[in-house]
């Protein structure tokens, strides 16, 4: 019980059951579900739910590209797949809005921009920094949904001029982009909710954002990734090309 109490709070109490076993088994304690599931709630350890997100869909404003997914969110190495999106931070002072990409390979976050401004230059801002860091998108498949900002003419441009394929979710079928839903489920019940009391302004939220990005990226375990931190999956992965 002391170990699965230490992981909980390790973790600020985001992880919940599953991960929970993931980390005991990295550990080297053998671990059953139903055996961790219950003592956690002997415990009173539960781990945080997701909730509501924000939508940019405003009609037919532009190109609206094909759905080249489908739905299959699985990619064989890194770089194959990428995803992005807008979500909504609302508090009493204003509203901010968070712009990532998502690598649909390791589920890590390779770019992202925070504004208080969901505009066009945010979606640019954000690009840059992942063409920055990024150079052979060649045959890259980016999706999203039919947002206003993905269907400009400017940014169909930048992607095809990077060898891109641009692919957009069907109308009004979340599923489609169901990752980047995911992950702002996680990011806000793990680091909004419940906490919004301590973002007195933009700067404190911004700092707390790149905080958990970095901890998300570097730090937190899933089964897609074997139970190893995004970034780790992904070095092992390119290290044995």
Request: aromatic share 12%; net charge positive; charged share 30%.
């Amino acid at each position: 019980m002391g170990e699965i109490e230490s992981i909980f709070d390790e973790n600020d109490g985001k992880y919940g059951v599953v991960r929970v076993c993931g980390e005991l088994r990295n550990r080297g304690w053998p671990s059953n579900h139903k055996k961790v599931q219950r003592l956690m709630s002997k415990m009173g350890l539960k781990g945080k739910q997701p909730k509501v997100k924000y939508h940019s869909y405003i009609g037919t404003v532009g190109v609206v590209a094909d759905d080249r997914l489908k739905r299959d969110f699985n990619a064989a190495s890194p770089n194959e797949k990428w995803t992005t999106d807008v979500s909504e931070f609302a508090l009493p002072w204003g509203k901010s809005y968070l712009s990532p990409i998502l690598d649909m390979y390791a589920r890590d976050i390779i770019a992202w921009d925070l504004s208080i401004h969901p505009n066009f230059e945010q979606t640019v801002r954000m690009l840059d920094e992942a063409f920055e860091r990024h150079h052979d998108l060649e045959g890259l498949v980016f999706h999203s949904d039919q947002g206003w900002q993905y269907q400009m003419k400017q940014y169909g441009e930048r992607l095809r001029g990077k060898g891109i394929l641009q692919s957009m979710s069907r109308k009004g079928n979340c599923l489609d982009n169901s990752v980047m839903e995911s992950f702002f489920g996680t990011m806000k019940n793990e680091m909004f909710y419940g906490h919004e009391s301590e973002f007195q302004d933009f700067d404190s939220l911004y700092r707390a954002v790149a905080d958990y990005i970095d901890y998300y990226n570097n730090r937190r375990i899933k089964k897609k990734t074997k139970w190893m931190p995004p970034s780790r999956f992904r070095e092992a992965s390119i290290s044995s090309v």
